[in-house]
Every structure is written in structure tokens, then in C-alpha cells.
């Protein structure tokens, strides 16, 4: 079996290299749902990808910050932000997350599906994440629950070597002082998509949102 450093930029850059394209190019459905109506400010989008929710976000009227270990990733990104008219709201910076983290205080920080194969410093990284909320701004978290049915494979991409916290699990890693911080919403949701025989596929996700008080 190939060992994976989740934390590595040159396996994201094979892996996103792989293809055109890797991921929906949507935007998650839960930074729809919860900032849907939120009135814009900075935004940080922690391991960005190919820029769905960060092009979602400036669309919305937010500046932001999009962050992730591969510049295949983001230069894939930057070009769909200038497509979309909108590169002039988003600033993309290749950040090594462990080491490295961007500077400056944040209205929302989104970290949507922080998950890799192999060892990378999750919790280091959230907890950096939310040092950088800005007084009276919003955390959101958002992982897989489980490893989904479909993709658990010993080779390639799958999800067998990955760890799945719980929300009480992230909450209690964050270590936030008592009374800074306000639970919005902590839940578990269902999400299908459509199988390679037509069947849907159903896997389980969790969401924690947090603000920091003002």
C-alpha cells in the first residue's frame, strides 16, 4: 500500500493534475445554507481546492482569502474567479497550514471537508482557524461523519487511513476559553448522489458553526 502525506503539497498537485477537474465545482450546500443571507465581510476559506465556495462567497459581496497546499489547485481556481468576474474579491495564497497561516482576522472562517490520507495536523489547524475569527465572526467546520460506503478501498483516493470526528470531538480539540464562544448550530446531515449503476449513494456528514462574541 503507498503511503500518503495529507499534509504533502506535491501529492495534491498529482492528485489534483490527475484530471480538468475533481471536484463538483459547486459550492458546499452548508456554507450556502448557513451564510446565505449573512452580511459579507472578510472570509477565509481553509484548503480551498479548485475555488467552488471561495467564488461562491465573493459572489455573495465577501473578500476572500482562499488557502490551499496546491498551486495546481489554486492557479485552477484563480482562472474559474476570473471567469466567474469576481478575482478582484479573492485573494488565493499557498499556505502549508501545519506551518504556515494567513495573516489577519476573519468575519467567517469555513473549513468544509479538512480531511486527507496519512498524518495531517487537523486540530493544529483549527485551532489556528479559530484564532482567526474575528470578534462577533463565525467558525464553521463541516467533515465527513463516517468513511461513505462506496470509497473505502485500500489504494488510490479512498478513505481507509482517514479519521472522522464527531463535532464534540472538534469542539472539545478547539480548547475555546469559556463563554468566548456560541454554539449556532452542531448537527448531522444526509447528502446522496447519484451511483455509477443510477442507485443513490447516501453518506453522513456534521456541521459545527460557532460564533465568537463580540
Keep these: ?38 452580511r459579507p465581510g472578510a472570509a477565509l476559506d481553509i484548503g480551498s481546492g479548485e475555488g467552488a465556495d ?19 489547485a489554486l492557479d485552477r481556481a484563480a482562472e474559474e474567479a476570473a471567469k466567474a468576474g469576481v478575482a478582484d474579491r479573492v485573494d488565493w495564497q499557498r499556505h502549508d497550514l501545519g506551518e504556515t497561516f494567513p495573516k489577519g482576522e476573519f468575519d467567517l472562517v469555513s473549513a ?22 474575528a470578534p462577533g465572526g463565525l467558525l464553521m467546520v463541516v467533515g465527513h461523519a463516517i468513511a461513505p460506503s462506496w470509497n473505502q478501498r485500500p489504494e488510490g483516493h479512498g478513505h481507509h487511513d482517514m479519521t472522522f470526528p ?12 469559556e463563554g468566548g464562544w ?24 456534521n456541521l459545527l458553526l460557532l460564533r465568537r462574541a463580540a
Design 112 to 133: 468544509q471537508y479538512l480531511h486527507a490520507p496519512g498524518e495531517m495536523p487537523r486540530e493544529k489547524m483549527l485551532r489556528r482557524a479559530a484564532d482567526a475569527v
Design 182 to 205: 456560541e454554539t449556532v448550530r452542531d448537527e448531522e446531515f444526509e447528502w446522496t448522489k447519484p451511483g455509477p449503476d443510477g442507485e443513490p449513494l447516501t453518506r453522513t456528514d
Design 54 to 72: 471561495a467564488i461562491w462567497l465573493a459572489e455573495q459581496g465577501w473578500q476572500v482569502t482562499a488557502v490551499d497546499i496546491s498551486q495546481v
Design 1 to 38: 500500500m503507498t503511503e500518503h502525506n495529507g499534509a504533502d503539497a506535491a501529492f495534491w498537485d498529482a492528485r489534483y493534475s490527475e484530471s480538468d477537474r475533481i471536484w463538483s465545482g459547486r459550492p458546499n450546500t452548508m456554507l450556502v445554507r448557513e451564510i446565505t443571507g449573512v
Design 166 to 177: 464527531t463535532t464534540a470531538d472538534v469542539l472539545e480539540s478547539l480548547a475555546l476559553p
